[in-house]
């Protein structure tokens, strides 16, 4: 049985119906949230279960403007910065994380955790957004493996 | 996106000298030769442009041939290689006699963004 790698570009994260222009790197992290227990029935061994995840994701690329208004692909410099100042239930966004044509989709609810963008006089203006599952993150479609 | 660098950085020197590769030094002062290494640049769509390591020499045999050589190659890639498709940024610039020969030479950082091909010149034959 052969295995596929997957290409870095490959991996996408969708927020509503758009992925990010200009990304040069996407990185997500899953951190379960461990309790830890002891009481006189363990006989001393601490016992450990997971109760969640903790799911973030880290997105960078370049600050870019689309030439026409209103594409419904991709999110641009503006959209990143609009939402990056909403507030309360606005501030929620759809996300899926896509993992190459073989790999399965997981879905979510999202919201940005920080935004930054970094210009200086030499290079290409970046950004970097940082974002948070609200909620469940689930698999919406099955992969290959 | 096609690497059209080279191409360009010769377009907007025509008008001062022919700027050529180094492997065609003229043996007539003053002369400006280049090379060039371009790499692209990507993201996760692709290639988004091309950058390239530019080092220019201007050699003669008068200092002041040489300065104005240099200043005008300067100038020519300051206004000629600086909008929304190209980039252009001189890195340093170093100044040398040897047995009578001058050479300055400048380095620089060209980017280009867009595809860029050379206009075609229409010629009338109105007279």
């Known amino acids: 049985m052969s295995q596929t790698r997957v290409l870095g570009y490959n991996i996408a994260l969708k927020l509503g119906t758009k992925t990010c222009l200009g990304r ?31 799911v973030t994701f880290k997105v960078s690329g370049l600050v870019t403007f689309d030439d026409s208004t209103g594409t419904t692909t991709t999110m641009d410099g503006d959209d990143l910065m609009d939402q990056s100042l909403k507030t309360g239930s606005a501030a929620e966004i759809s996300a899926q994380y896509y993992r190459g044509a073989n790999g399965a989709a997981y879905a ?8 930054s963008e970094s210009s200086n006089s030499e290079d290409d203006a970046t950004y970097t957004a940082d974002f948070k599952v609200t909620g469940a993150f689930t698999k919406v479609t099955q992969g290959n493996g | 996106m096609t690497d059209s660098l080279r191409d360009r950085l010769a377009y907007a020197c025509k008008d001062v000298c022919v700027l050529a590769l180094s492997e065609d030094e003229d043996p007539n002062y003053p002369y400006a030769v280049y090379d060039m290494t371009s790499t692209p640049m990507r993201d996760k769509d692709g290639v988004y442009g ?9 050699v003669s045999n008068d200092p002041d041939e040489a ?5 005008s190659i300067q100038s020519a890639i300051a206004t000629g290689m600086h909008d929304e498709a190209f980039y252009s940024r001189q890195d340093d610039y170093t100044k040398e006699c040897i047995s009578g ?14 595809d860029w091909s050379e206009p075609v010149e229409t010629t009338s034959n109105t007279e």
Do not use: H
């Not at chain 1, 951190?31 to 016992?47: F, L, N, R, W």
């Not at chain 1, 979510?108 to 935004?115: A, C, D, K, N, R």
């Not at chain 2, 091309?50 to 201007?58: F, K």
């Open chain 1, 24 to 54: 040069t790197q996407e990185d997500l992290t899953v951190t379960p949230t461990v309790k830890e227990s002891i009481t006189k029935d363990d006989a001393g061994q601490k016992k450990s279960a997971v109760v969640g995840q903790e």
């Open chain 1, 108 to 115: 979510g609810t999202v919201i940005m955790t920080g935004y």
């Open chain 2, 50 to 58: 091309y950058s390239g390591d530019t080092r220019i020499r201007v």
């Open chain 2, 67 to 71: 300065d104005t050589l240099a200043a």
């Open chain 2, 101 to 114: 020969i001058w050479t300055i030479e400048m380095n620089y950082t060209l980017r280009q963004y867009a």
